[in-house]
């Protein structure tokens, strides 16, 4: 079983920053990828950016220039640090990873959610 645990939400005020962790654990064989969602009210479930496991990023346009994916290989474990943060922002963040726990399979799993709230 493998499980996402995510952490470092909260409520900021614009033009803020927060750092968003997301360790891994379980029976995993290879992450390939793990990046980060996000879903505001009333929004479909968007990518804001990924990380391979050879490090290369992308990131979508609204976060370019103002948030950064890390990611430690190691550890399982996969950063977002987020400045600049705009009220536009405020969305439940999803963590995200693309695994295999046995040769010939490959998953996609998911973290319970954090809430990023930007607000004056």
């Known amino acids: 079983q493998v499980q996402l645990v995510e952490s470092g939400g909260g409520l900021v005020q614009p033009g803020g920053s927060l750092r968003l962790s997301c360790a891994a654990s379980?029976?995993?064989?290879?992450?390939?990828?793990m990046g980060w969602y996000r879903q505001a009210p009333g929004k479909q479930r968007e990518l804001v950016a990924g990380i391979t496991n050879g490090g290369r990023r992308n990131y979508a346009d609204s976060v370019k220039g103002r948030f950064t994916i890390s990611r430690d290989v190691a550890k399982n474990t996969v950063y977002l640090e987020m400045n600049s943060l705009k009220p536009e922002d405020t969305a439940v963040y999803y963590c995200n990873a693309h695994l295999s726990i046995r040769i010939g399979t490959v998953e996609d799993y998911w973290g319970q959610g954090t809430q990023v709230s930007v607000s004056s």
């Open positions: 379980g029976t995993i064989f290879t992450i390939y990828t």
